[in-house]
């Protein structure tokens, strides 16, 4: 189990939009930034947004992220095939004293 | 630009130690600003990070392995390591080794991975 909580499956047809909560605290989200990562089968996991909201240079902007209070979301727009995979938020806890990576949602592009 | 690659057995007999090292290419750790990190994932589970280490040492472990694990950093040969103590079939995971900007920031680059598996 993970202090922070994702929906375990989400889908949705192409061209759709997709989005997936991440439910934390007053000890993770509410306090420290959220990091979004995207985990294609038989690759690297892949960071898609740190600091709630910023994507990394060569993230597509159909990807983008928000935060409020204790929970944060991802939203995927325009969604592709190669969308297809495991999404994860992470977040530092300070009551833990490190970092947490939320139990994953599966995409599935219908 | 920055990569990672992770190296070790792929095979470890129960109650014995797993050793990983991370090499790194295309920067160097003794430049300071950046984390090196452990994160496994186990078969059918989800990403679960290991710990952290710092250039000069200092290292943050994740609370429910830290009895159990050491994160130690050689910046004479631009790598890091990690070791995991009395290994159980419960460690049988990928083992990846990434990069962040800080204890609270996103880890923007990653290693291949390398499964290890616990079996006698």
């Known amino acids: 189990q993970s202090v922070l909580t994702q929906p375990p499956s989400a889908s949705g047809t192409p061209g759709q939009r997709v989005t997936i909560s991440c439910s934390g605290s007053s000890s993770n989200i509410g306090i420290n930034t959220v990091n979004w990562y995207q985990h294609l089968p038989g690759t690297a996991p892949k960071l898609l947004i740190t600091s709630d909201n910023e994507r990394p240079s060569g993230v597509p902007d159909r990807f983008s992220a928000s935060k409020s209070g204790t929970s944060a979301s991802l939203a995927i727009s325009g969604l592709q095939s190669e969308d297809e995979g495991d999404y994860y938020c992470a977040a530092w806890d300070d009551s833990l004293n490190g970092y947490v990576f939320a139990t994953g949602t599966k995409v599935t592009v219908l | 630009q920055v990569q990672l690659q992770e190296s070790g057995p792929g095979l470890v007999k129960p109650s014995q130690t797993l050793s990983l090292t991370c090499s790194v290419s295309?920067?160097?750790?003794?430049?300071?600003?950046?984390?090196w990190s452990w994160i496994r994932q186990c078969p059918g589970k989800g990403l679960e990070w290991i710990g952290y280490?710092?250039?000069?040492?200092?290292?943050y472990y994740n609370p429910s392995l830290q009895s159990l694990v050491t994160i130690s950093v050689d910046t004479s040969k631009n790598r890091f390591s990690l070791k995991v103590n009395s290994v159980t079939a419960a460690d049988t995971a990928t083992y990846f080794c990434?990069?962040?900007?800080?204890?609270?920031?996103?880890?923007?680059?990653w290693g291949l991975g390398t499964t290890v598996t616990v079996s006698s």
């Open positions: 990434a990069r962040s900007g800080g204890p609270f920031y996103g880890m923007d680059v």
């Open positions: 295309g920067g160097s750790i003794s430049s300071g600003g950046y984390f």
């Open positions: 280490i710092y250039h000069n040492g200092d290292t």
